[in-house]
């Protein structure tokens, strides 16, 4: 059974920091990333990190939040820095599998930032 497992989400005021965790099991991972869905709005890329360490960032969040993965223990982790109000969503860890491309999803994380 695959299960991605987030946390580390939350309140904080703006300009403040806040750290996500996802493992992951029961599936061999390719490419791995977080994504965000804020209310009304359709889900967006945040940032994406291959198996090898290739990083890909939405150009909202470049420069403030870092995404990293621990291969040996299937997780990723998203570093986000310098938040605004306009990052509040749900977050949700995503896992593609190595082989076949098929699609994983975490129940997702949310986050909300204060003005």
């Known amino acids: 059974q695959v299960r991605l497992v987030e946390s580390g989400g939350g309140l904080v005021q703006a300009g403040g920091s806040l750290r996500l965790s996802c493992v992951v099991s029961?599936?061999?991972?390719?490419?791995m990333g977080w994504y965000r869905q804020a209310p009304g709005k359709q889900r967006e890329l945040v940032a994406t990190?291959?198996?090898?360490?290739?990083?890909n960032y939405a150009d909202s969040v470049n420069n403030r939040f870092i995404i990293s993965r621990d291969n040996a223990k299937s997780t990723v982790a998203l570093q986000m820095n310098s938040l605004k109000p306009e990052d509040t969503a749900v977050y949700y860890c995503?896992?593609?599998?190595?082989?076949?491309?098929?699609?994983?999803w975490g129940q997702g994380t949310q986050v909300t930032v204060s003005s």
């Open positions: 029961g599936v061999s991972t390719g490419t």
């Open positions: 990190i291959s198996s090898a360490g290739t990083t």
């Open positions: 995503n896992a593609k599998h190595r082989y076949d491309g098929s699609n994983y």
